[in-house]
């Protein structure tokens, strides 16, 4: 289907802002921090098309709001075909040279000779040969047409000319369930803007779940990524503004004391602290080791000093698979993200996680309060970064060792960067592990201009005003 041209476009009358939440990331970045509160001084009305369940929003929502909850579309056999077909042919369409998207292609071949996977090895022969911008245009236009009239699509349709929003912001890019909303507003014309999620999608994840007349990017770096990886987006449908998910660390509304810090973790104030941050068992398997291998480097007084441990499990999960881990060493304090999930029996359950206040406030502190923050690879070393903390990333795992292969992400081309800037200290063994924990601990200041030249690159934007400059963007001030 050929895109309509918007009829409205970006107005500067603010009237409606249609904002499509999908999950409680999205939630946490554009409830919790300063975006909503301006985007609903910016416009008359804000309607929010809703991933999660209506009352998340009570105490968190004001003015003129509307919530709409999305349906928990779950994909006919066709529409999976033509969406699955478009992301490979996008992955090799990209691969060459880029080691991150080339590991996810390798990735998604299945394994299982069942129907669906004989039919992905189908479509893995078919875009050997069929994957330019051309055809992945193509397989998109057949996946449109494959939800053109499901009961969703119409009940979409049905809702943006009841609420006819100016322009319809999708916090995430990828979703694929968010595809029939954004044909729908494409059909009525109605003008669509995205923001990138997060800083790997472009580099290294699959394709978006449609096309976009605007696309909010955290930096330069990322509008560069986006031209490269959609050949069709021109310069000027992009603009770079920072993102929300680091706005809450100079927010007064979550500052928390350290003594509050101390005693909620049981921490002796005395020592200082290390934190490892989890990623999810899916990228993070690694992790029970990792954690093990710190507390008996503590145990053993590997460092002239007594420290506090502390461990913050992923929001994704429950944290049950660390149960060994604290039995074994009960002298570890554990932060289980106060993530409630707000739905069950969703075909997305992690989707349905849902922040506290509590825990935000838990996460600046852990960020302020600790001296080391330790993970794989992830998010959080950034989080840390902002307040010029000291970062260690383990990966112990390599091709031939028979651990979990972690430290192939130090080749992907959002943490490669990060590796190789000096920002951070990798360790790949116990023994470096020791090293860096110790150089940590003497100079924490050491890799500071490292630190934050990465901050730099990868953001562009201060972290004071990112929900103004966003509303801003949409309403193309």
């Known amino acids: 289907m050929k895109k309509p041209t918007p009829t409205m476009g970006f107005k500067n009358k603010k009237d409606v802002l249609g904002l499509v939440i999908v999950d409680g990331v999205g939630f946490r970045n554009f409830i919790l921090s300063n975006f909503f509160k301006e985007a609903n001084q910016q416009y008359e009305k804000v ?29 006919p056999s ?19 040279n880029n080691f991150g998207i080339s590991d996810n292609l390798k990735a998604n071949h299945p394994e299982k000779m069942n129907r669906r996977g004989l039919l992905t090895r189908f479509i893995y022969l078919i875009t050997y040969f069929f994957h330019s911008e051309y055809w992945i245009d193509k397989y998109y236009s057949l996946q449109q047409w494959s939800f053109k009239t499901h009961s969703t699509t119409q009940k979409y349709d049905r809702l943006l000319k009841m609420h006819s929003p100016d322009v319809l912001f999708f916090t995430h890019q990828r979703p694929p369930y968010i595809a029939p909303l954004i044909y729908a507003a494409n059909k009525q014309g109605i003008a669509t803007a995205c923001f990138i999620f997060s800083w790997d999608n472009l580099a290294s994840k699959g394709r978006m779940a449609g096309d976009f007349d605007k696309c909010l990017v955290w930096s330069k770096l990322m509008e560069k990524e986006l031209l490269q990886f959609y050949p069709k987006i021109k310069p000027q449908q992009i603009q770079v503004v920072g993102t929300p998910q680091f706005e809450p660390y100079v ?35 690694n992790d029970e080791l990792y954690i093990a291998t710190i507390a008996k480097l503590i145990q053993q007084n590997s460092f002239d000093q007594q420290l506090n441990f502390l461990v913050r499990t992923s929001p994704a999960e429950d944290g049950q698979r660390f149960e060994k881990v604290k039995q074994e060493f009960s002298f570890i304090k554990w932060n289980t993200p106060e993530w409630v999930i707000s739905r069950e029996n969703h075909s997305e359950p992690w989707s349905q996680r849902v922040p506290a206040i509590n825990d935000m406030k838990d996460l600046r502190a852990i960020l302020n309060f600790c001296d080391v923050g330790i993970n794989m690879c992830s998010t959080m070393s950034l989080d840390f970064m902002h307040f010029n903390k000291p970062v260690i990333n383990p990966v112990f795992g390599n091709e031939n060792n028979g651990l979990y292969n972690d430290g192939r992400f130090l080749n992907y081309a959002h943490y490669k960067r990060v590796a190789e800037s000096g920002s ?41 005003g990112t929900g103004t400059r966003i509303a801003n963007a949409l309403a193309n001030e």
């Open 47 to 75: 309607v929010i098309f809703s991933g999660l369940p209506k009352r998340v929003y009570s105490g968190f929502v004001f003015g003129d709001v509307s919530i709409e909850e999305l349906d928990d579309f779950k994909e």
């Open 78 to 96: 066709s529409t999976w075909f033509f969406r699955k077909i478009k992301e490979i042919a996008h992955l090799r369409e990209n691969s060459k």
């Open 251 to 285: 927010m007064e509304a979550y500052k928390t004391s350290k003594e509050i810090f101390y005693k909620k973790f049981d921490l002796d104030r005395e020592y200082k602290t290390l934190c490892y941050s989890c990623g999810d068992i899916s990228t993070s398997k």
């Open 424 to 464: 951070v200290s990798i360790a790949k063994n116990k023994k470096e592990l020791k090293e860096a924990i110790v150089a940590a601990l003497e100079q924490p200041l050491l890799q500071q201009k490292e630190r934050n030249q990465i901050l730099d690159l990868q953001l562009g934007k201060p972290l004071e």
